[in-house]
């Protein structure tokens, strides 16, 4: 009987520890430090807040950069990919699907290198990220949308580079854009 009392008492103390002090101590401390984060890097519109810079968003207007695509449709709460297999034949048919919308959307040649992030989804469902090369790709499509001049295509392409991202700790992945954030940035330019 006494084991079973001191086996209570350690559970409820790991209990008051783990599910209840150290989640108060590190949500205060992430508040402290760092409050935009903590808050989910959300983007607001005067009251209105309109996404987070964090999570990918559907864009199929001409006008703007197109997102990689989301098994999921965008939506955050069943986050997750489509998980076919490399050997997978509806894969391979998703696949030639994109790249054939995503040169006629943008109105580029078929032997074009399209970059393999707006071919396949994220793992997530919700990567707000693309390459620079094919935030680059899509440049023409969206000037053109917008009756854009050369010296407001030149400023679209300084967006592209000024909010280009380096690889995650210098090595792993490519120069990235975040779309939302990109997309916020055309609606400036005058």
Request: hydrophobic residues 40%; aromatic residues 8%.
């Amino acid at each position: 009987m006494r084991e079973i009392i001191i086996s209570v008492k350690i559970f409820l103390l790991f209990t008051i520890l783990t599910g209840i002090i150290y989640p108060m101590v590190i949500t205060a401390i992430a508040q402290l430090a760092f409050p935009y984060q903590a808050n989910g890097s959300l983007i607001r519109k005067g009251n209105t807040t309109i996404g987070s810079e964090l999570i990918g968003q559907q864009f199929k207007s001409v006008g703007y950069f197109t997102s990689r695509p989301s098994a999921i449709e965008y939506n955050p709460l069943p986050s997750g990919g489509s998980n076919y297999g490399p050997t997978s034949i509806q894969l391979k048919q998703l696949v030639e699907e994109r790249k054939n919308r995503f040169t006629d959307f943008n109105q580029i040649d078929s032997a074009t290198f399209i970059p393999s992030e707006m071919l396949f989804a994220s793992a997530s469902g919700v990567d707000p990220h693309i390459s620079k090369k094919a935030a680059l790709l899509q440049v023409n499509r969206v000037a053109k949308a917008r009756s854009f001049t050369d010296i407001q295509r030149k400023k679209l392409l300084a967006c592209v580079s000024g909010l280009s991202e380096s690889p995650q700790i210098i090595i792993l992945g490519k120069e990235s854009v975040n779309v939302f954030l990109l997309n916020l940035e055309v609606d400036k330019i005058e």
